[in-house]
């Protein structure tokens, strides 16, 4: 009777023995079920497009104005993105003094469930009527903001508030400030 130990040595027992243990192992191998997530994105945009309505206090005669304002929001899936705007403060007007601003720039966001805080700092240009139609001027603004957006579903979500700080550096009676809240609503367009 041949040892255990001879038993891989005239090599015919090795064989069949290979197959069983190669064959038993494919035997116990499954198709996987589990699907990974992705560790990149591929930098996908989120565009969105809404309105408000505005309520601002002009330090130029101390003027309380009301108004309306477009915006368009083009963020990424990483929270941050671009905003541009255009605001028309015509509304609870004295002496015909009315303004607009055309403003973009960066906005940095996060959500915290259907909440969405946001900060913004965009610059441009600020259109201003002055009393009775005696002058007008364009002029440079900077506007830091932020505020905070609330999701109703996939498509809608409430501007719930808007704040800004509008800065005219160069406006023609020395540096304006005007400062105001947004509230509103935006549409995700893809």
């Known amino acids: 009777m041949k040892s255990f130990h001879n038993f891989g040595k005239s090599g015919r027992g090795v064989y069949p023995l290979v197959i069983l243990a190669v064959s038993a192992y494919l035997g116990m191998a499954r198709p996987a079920a589990a699907q990974v997530t992705p560790s990149a994105d591929n930098g996908s945009f989120l565009m969105s497009a809404g309105g408000t309505a505005s309520g601002y206090?002009?330090?130029?005669?101390?003027r309380k104005m009301l108004g309306v304002?477009?915006?368009?929001?083009?963020?990424?899936?990483?929270?941050?993105g671009i905003e541009g705007e255009a605001r028309w403060l015509v509304f609870n007007q004295t002496e015909n003094v009315n303004t607009q601003t055309y403003l973009v720039g960066p906005r940095v966001h996060m959500s915290v469930g259907?909440?969405?805080?946001?900060?913004?700092?965009?610059?441009?240009?600020?259109?201003?009527?002055?009393?009775?139609?005696?002058?007008?001027?364009?002029?440079?603004?900077?506007?830091?903001?932020?505020?905070?957006?609330?999701?109703?579903?996939?498509?809608v979500i409430l501007r719930l508030a808007d704040f800004e700080y509008d800065y005219w550096p160069q406006f023609t009676f020395g540096a304006m400030k005007s400062y105001g809240i947004s509230s509103g609503i935006r549409v995700r367009i893809f």
């Open 114 to 155: 259907r909440f969405q805080p946001y900060a913004k700092g965009l610059v441009g240009v600020g259109e201003f009527n002055f009393p009775y139609n005696l002058a007008h001027g364009g002029y440079l603004v900077v506007a830091p903001g932020g505020g905070v957006d609330y999701h109703l579903n996939k498509k």
């Open 57 to 62: 206090f002009l330090q130029y005669g101390e």
């Open 69 to 80: 304002t477009a915006f368009v929001d083009l963020d990424t899936i990483r929270r941050y």
